[in-house]
């Protein structure tokens, strides 16, 4: 079974817009880039050819990856409201030494916006996942225990 990516709205729009764009004019502008590379001669050692299609390949990768992503997303509108983080919150987390810091959590797929991303499935993510603010939670990083305090959660 598929893993299940959790996006909201605007990033399902946004790679839903990133992928019909890729797929129409990203892919007539590389086959442009290609025959006009062809027209300049011996493909061994055109190195613009190589560079168009180096290019292609990697945008047909991204394409391959958006299909596969977009193909099993579940659209979540924000929190129901009752304090839980859930995907799509933004918590904030204050650390022992004092300092906090703000993430959403959600896919990769939503970083761009104010809050750095942490994923449900990492630990911090898989451990924020339920709790209320004022709760304390504890997860492990590279075989250390760190503790943070939940200190507000939106959405």
Do not use: C, W
């Amino acid at each position: 079974m598929a893993d299940v990516h959790s996006l909201s709205p605007e990033a399902h729009s946004r790679l839903q817009a990133e992928l019909e764009k890729l797929t129409g004019e990203g892919r007539i502008d590389i086959a442009r880039k290609i025959e006009t590379a062809r027209e300049l001669g011996d493909l061994s050692e055109n190195g613009d050819y190589h560079a168009a299609k180096d290019e292609q390949g990697k945008m047909e990768a991204r394409i391959r990856q958006l299909e596969a992503l977009l193909l099993d997303a579940v659209v979540v509108e924000a929190g129901a409201g009752d304090g839980k983080v859930r995907i799509g919150s933004i918590v904030t987390v204050r650390f022992d030494d004092g300092d906090t810091d703000t993430y959403l959590v959600g896919s990769i797929e939503e970083r761009g916006g104010a809050h750095e991303v942490v994923s449900p499935k990492s630990p911090l993510g898989a451990a924020l996942l339920g709790q209320v603010a004022g709760a304390s939670v504890t997860y492990d990083a590279n075989g250390n225990d760190i503790s943070v305090e939940i200190v507000s959660v939106e959405g």
